[in-house]
């Protein structure tokens, strides 16, 4: 069995099976691949933007995010961030971060369609606090959706802590 993977210039194709190669060739950013990135962003006619959406219930949380956002190669995102009223001076002063105040102890789900109804970009998308993006994430999201005329769908594959592969659609 074996699954395109997709990196900046090509698609490869490897064994399910070789997860340990399969991390080495796409989580693992060189110095030359970064400045080809941003050479390559740099480039870019059209930059869509990513609208992030997640819910913090500690400063820690909220901080760690913002820090992981920070480190993306692709800079065209806003954070959406639903939070209890009490969180929100702490990031109130964020750079591209948006504070969507909520009753204390909401769902999940209702802090998200706060977050929701904020979001302005090209492109929503959920991050759990707990998963941590890439810091190419955002960029190879950007090229899929310059590749793809008028996209409905971008979604990518995840480690949790083995390789969780989603099917082409």
């Not at 190669?73 to 929100?88: G, I, V």
């Amino acid at each position: 069995q074996t699954c395109a993977l997709p990196i900046w210039l090509a698609r490869v194709q490897i064994p399910l099976r070789s997860y340990r190669l399969w991390a080495a060739l796409f989580t693992r950013l060189t110095r030359k691949d970064r400045r080809r990135i941003v050479l390559r962003i740099g480039a870019m006619a059209r930059r869509p933007v990513f609208s992030i959406l997640a819910s913090v219930r500690s400063p820690a949380d909220g901080a760690r995010l913002i820090a992981q956002l920070e480190g993306q190669l692709y800079r065209e995102w806003e954070l959406c961030l639903a939070l209890a009223p009490s969180l929100a001076p702490e990031f109130a002063s964020a750079p591209r971060v948006t504070c969507v105040p909520v009753a204390e102890g909401a769902s999940e789900a209702a802090m998200l369609n706060a977050a929701l109804g904020v979001a302005k970009g090209d492109f929503v998308m959920h991050l759990p606090g707990d998963r941590r993006l890439a810091p190419h994430a955002l960029y190879v999201f950007a090229e899929y959706a310059r590749e793809t005329p008028e996209p409905s769908l971008l979604y990518a594959d995840e480690a949790r802590p083995e390789p969780y592969f989603k099917p082409d659609w």
